[in-house]
């Protein structure tokens, strides 16, 4: 009778438990972002390992984002913010091995920006109205003045505005999400966009765009705007993405 093939146990590194213990307390909230470590000496008595062991259980932690080190740090390794660059790495990763197509990110756009915007129709503050129309107005400012740097400026102009959108839904895991998966996608689509040979027309449509959505959020027309904005992902982007994908894209317009 045969049966399951097993592989052989993996004895579990020193460093691999203090990465463990120090996850945990992040994750628990025993430390907190801006708290300290103890020290390289005073962490080799508490797990009673030596210094090389200690490093490298740092190294690890610092290179997930959660610790900023330096060897021989007399005050300690520093407890960073939640950064979502980790996930943003991973997902990349995973778009370029082609884990995630292209057509998967965007219909994940897609569905992302609906639900940003049919929640900031609903939640959003005069404060976050007024960051949306700043953006706008940046956008228009840089078509004006078509400095040969402007497309940079009108790009960090329309992510403002959808940062902005993002943070009036009120839901952190949206906000990271949105700016993960935007950027994937941008890059993934970079060489395409610069070889637009109308970018002006481009971008004047992009303000009219923004300009439709802010006005559903500001009328609390949630449906409408997440509507604008699954359609304009679509008609900026199908182009880009095989014909094939396509039709998950075009069941989330009807």
Same mark, same amino acid.
């Given at each position: #009778? ?7 146990? $993996? +004895? ?47 190294? =690890? ?31 990349? +990763?995973?778009?370029? =091995? ?11 756009? #897609? ?13 959003? +503050? ?12 940046? #956008?228009?400012? +840089? ?60 971008? $004047? ?11 559903? =959020? ?11 904005? $699954?359609?304009? #992902? ?21």
């Amino acid at each position: #009778m045969s049966g399951p093939r097993f592989e052989p146990v $993996r +004895t579990v590194r020193a460093y691999e438990r203090i990465v463990e213990q120090v996850e945990q307390a992040i994750e628990s909230g025993a430390l907190r972002p801006g708290q300290r470590l103890p020290s390289e000496r005073d962490l080799m008595g508490q797990f009673s390992v030596s210094r090389s062991t200690v490093r490298e259980a740092l190294r =690890v932690l610092q290179s997930r984002g959660l610790v900023r080190s330096r060897p021989g740090d007399p005050h300690g390794a520093e407890v960073l913010p939640f950064s979502p660059d980790a996930l943003q790495r991973s997902m990349a +990763t995973l778009a370029r =091995v082609e884990g995630l197509s292209l057509g998967e990110l965007v219909q994940f756009r #897609m569905l992302l920006d609906g639900s940003a915007n049919l929640l900031a129709a609903r939640l959003r +503050t005069d404060e976050q109205l007024a960051e949306m129309e700043a953006a706008i107005d940046r #956008m228009r400012a +840089t078509l004006r003045e078509g400095a040969a740097e402007g497309h940079d400026a009108f790009s960090a102009a329309d992510v403002a505005f959808h940062d902005a959108v993002a943070r009036a839904s009120g839901n952190k895991l949206i906000q990271i999400c949105v700016e993960v998966v935007r950027s994937i996608v941008v890059d993934l689509v970079a060489d395409r966009l610069a070889a637009e040979p109308d970018r002006e027309a481009l971008m $004047r449509r992009s303000i009219r765009h923004h300009e439709e959505v802010l006005a559903a =959020v500001r009328a609390g027309d949630g449906p409408l705007a997440a509507r604008l904005a $699954r359609q304009t #992902m679509y008609d900026y982007y199908a182009d880009h993405v095989p014909a094939a994908e396509r039709s998950p894209l075009r069941a989330l317009l009807e």
